[in-house]
């Protein structure tokens, strides 16, 4: 008996409901960079927002709008690029588009994208420590080199009359040191350095080391 009404509530139960499939109004949207997402400064750049709409509502419009490290850049509107003229490093993060679609609350989000907008090096400084008169053999001294501007890491090189010394490479924009004993009077000569990151290199004005006592910076070339 318990195991026929058992059957019964079985053979009773409601059906499971209809599942409601509704149809995708667009894809996704993905987010692109013309011509690239790593740029020098002053470069021009373009964002673009790409999505595609189901082909029943492809007569809908579309709206964009554009976001970097969650502020707007560009409300909604009917055009799908960004376009910045001129980069400058401080237009490095991230970046992400919405795509929202006429009369409804749909909206869609693309994935973030990283912008890396690299600044060229500038001239670099050389500098001698310490600065005291009487230089002599066995004297211990150190080369600073520093470029003030310039994105990391920055490889600095130091060379003696055209001949490389060594090197140094410096993420947060301190000051690279060369560090020595002077051995003989061969040590005497014209100083330089070079600093470098992933888009342009520059030279320091040579500084003339001399043994007899004297630090003299060359004038300009």
């Known amino acids: 008996l318990i195991l026929g009404l058992l059957s019964l509530i ?5 059906p499971e409901p209809w599942a409601c499939v509704f ?9 692109s960079a013309i011509p690239s997402p ?9 964002l673009r927002c790409q999505t595609k709409p189901h082909p029943q509502k492809s007569t809908w419009q579309l709206f964009f709008s554009f976001h970097k490290n969650g ?35 749909v909206q869609k ?3 973030p994208l990283e912008i890396k907008v690299q600044a060229p090096v500038s001239r670099p400084l050389l500098t001698l420590q310490p600065r ?9 001294v150190e080369l600073l080199c520093k470029a003030e501007r310039g994105s990391p890491p920055i490889l600095y090189s130091f060379y003696l009359n055209g001949e490389i010394l060594g090197n140094y490479s ?17 040590d005497a000569g014209n ?14 004005r040579p500084v003339k080391l001399s043994m007899n006592g004297t630090f003299c910076p060359q004038t300009r070339l």
């Open 10 to 14: 079985v053979q009773d139960s409601p």
């Open 23 to 31: 149809p995708e109004l667009f894809l996704p949207p993905v987010l």
């Open 38 to 46: 790593e740029l020098g400064e002053d470069s021009p750049l373009t």
């Open 71 to 105: 502020h707007i850049l560009q409300e909604r509107s009917l055009h799908p690029e960004l376009s910045i003229p001129e980069v400058k490093e401080r237009d490095s993060g991230l970046y992400w588009c919405k795509v929202a679609l006429e009369g409804h609350r």
């Open 109 to 111: 989000q693309s994935p």
């Open 132 to 140: 005291a008169a009487g230089l002599a053999v066995g004297d211990v």
């Open 170 to 186: 410096a993420l947060h924009g301190e000051a690279a040191p060369l560090r020595f004993l002077l051995k003989s009077e061969q």
């Open 191 to 204: 100083y330089t350095c070079e600093a470098e990151n992933i888009i342009s290199r520059a030279s320091s």
